[in-house]
């Protein structure tokens, strides 16, 4: 079992829907989740994270966290062409007095007009 | 201003060749790490050091091995390259090792590496 797994996709949504992009995650122990979103060719950039239970808005993403179901998930509103790229979710291991970040493989989100 | 540069973007080499990757972050951060992206686009972390020191050593084959001159670079060398290094390897960095939710990382543009 991979310590963060992700649907690879792709996920296909039109424009203006919500998309929504799940994870789940294997050790329990975790504290911190972050989504980072890619797009073809480039390098990964920071859109959220959370480490409380339940859901944390910033503009159009929500991210939601349930950590007795070890389930992360992003929702993305009113999605646009714009927001189609890979998006990939974090998970920290805190161990030995440092971080390490373990990514999910990532979802492919496609919005087409 | 770039924040976290690496050189050379694209690498293209035979196998068994040796290669370096060099990375500079300007952004003042004390953590620097190297993760490897392979096809499937799976980013699995490699090293990490602070301030100069080694913290993070995945298992990694040993013909890789990262130098940090100095916390504001961290460069990866590769020898006897194989196939199966094609990959594209992102330098990151981060202020603080152990405050990562308020110090997300900060990625480099990626280096594809293409053993042939």
């Known amino acids: 079992q991979k310590e963060v797994e992700q649907n690879s996709g792709p996920l296909s949504v039109p424009e203006g829907a919500i998309a929504s992009l799940n994870c789940t995650y294997s050790?329990?122990?975790?504290?911190?989740f972050f989504w980072y979103r890619q797009y073809s060719g480039k390098s990964p950039e920071l859109i959220m994270f959370i480490y409380s239970n339940g859901d944390k808005e910033d503009g159009r993403f929500t991210a939601q966290l349930n950590k007795a179901s070890q389930y992360v998930s992003l929702l993305i509103r009113d999605s646009q062409p714009s927001d189609s790229a890979t998006y990939l979710c974090a998970v920290n291991r805190f161990s030995g007095g440092y971080n390490k970040l373990i990514f999910g493989a990532g979802t492919r989100l496609a919005v087409h007009p | 201003d770039t924040a976290v540069s690496q050189t050379p973007k694209y690498l293209v080499t035979q196998m068994g060749n040796d290669k370096s990757i060099k990375c500079e972050q300007n952004l003042g951060h004390d953590t620097m790490y190297w993760y490897k992206q392979d096809s499937k686009k799976f980013l699995k972390i490699m090293f990490s050091?602070?301030?100069?020191?080694?913290?993070i050593n995945e298992t990694v084959p040993n013909r890789f091995s990262p130098k940090s001159p100095d916390k504001a670079h961290l460069n990866l060398h590769i020898n006897s390259l194989e196939l199966g290094d094609s990959a594209v390897y992102f330098c990151?960095?981060?202020?603080?090792?152990?405050?990562?939710?308020?110090?997300?990382?900060?990625f480099g543009n990626g280096t594809r590496l293409t053993v042939t």
């Open positions: 050091y602070n301030n100069k020191e080694l913290i």
């Open positions: 990151a960095s981060s202020q603080d090792k152990t405050a990562i939710d308020n110090s997300p990382l900060h």
């Open positions: 050790d329990r122990g975790s504290q911190s």
